[in-house]
């Protein structure tokens, strides 16, 4: 499972530069809360979310983050280094963790050039 694989063959399958991606028809595997978070958000955040550090925290990454039932079941990250983040994904979200449950999983996509730009739709 790789985000920027589903997010691209998406793209190609759709024919349009913006597109909207719903994350809870869209991944191989069940699951039932997923985060986000930036790499403005702090250890202490992290931990004062979970309760404890689920994943290898690194303050240069993004990471999305998918639970069932309360259990870490898939974790992906993107480095902001500038040469590594010309092409894939990027999430626009102001905030610097933010949780997503299946009913509100749906992101509006817009390809810049080789990055695709990924916000939250509110539903």
């Keep these: 499972c790789d985000i920027d694989n589903i997010v691209?063959?998406?793209w190609i399958s759709q024919g349009r530069k913006s597109f909207e991606l719903d994350?809870?028809?869209s991944m191989p595997f069940e699951w039932d809360?997923?985060?986000y978070i930036?790499?403005?958000c702090s250890i202490d955040k992290i931990q004062?979310?979970?309760g404890y550090i689920p994943f290898d925290f690194v303050?240069?990454?993004?990471?999305i983050l998918f639970f069932k039932k309360n259990k870490l079941i898939y974790i992906q990250k993107w480095y902001l280094f500038p040469a590594k983040n010309k092409k894939g994904v990027t999430f626009e979200i102001e905030e610097p963790i933010k949780k997503f449950c299946l009913a509100n999983s749906v992101f509006s996509v817009?390809?810049?050039n080789q990055i695709f730009v990924l916000h939250p739709i509110k539903h």
């Excluded at 303050?59 to 990471?63: K, Q, S």
């Design 38 to 40: 930036s790499s403005r």
């Design 59 to 63: 303050d240069v990454a993004e990471y």
């Design 8 to 10: 691209e063959s998406t």
């Design 23 to 25: 994350f809870s028809k």
């Design 110 to 112: 817009n390809r810049i």
């Design 33 to 35: 809360t997923m985060y």
């Design 48 to 50: 004062e979310t979970f």
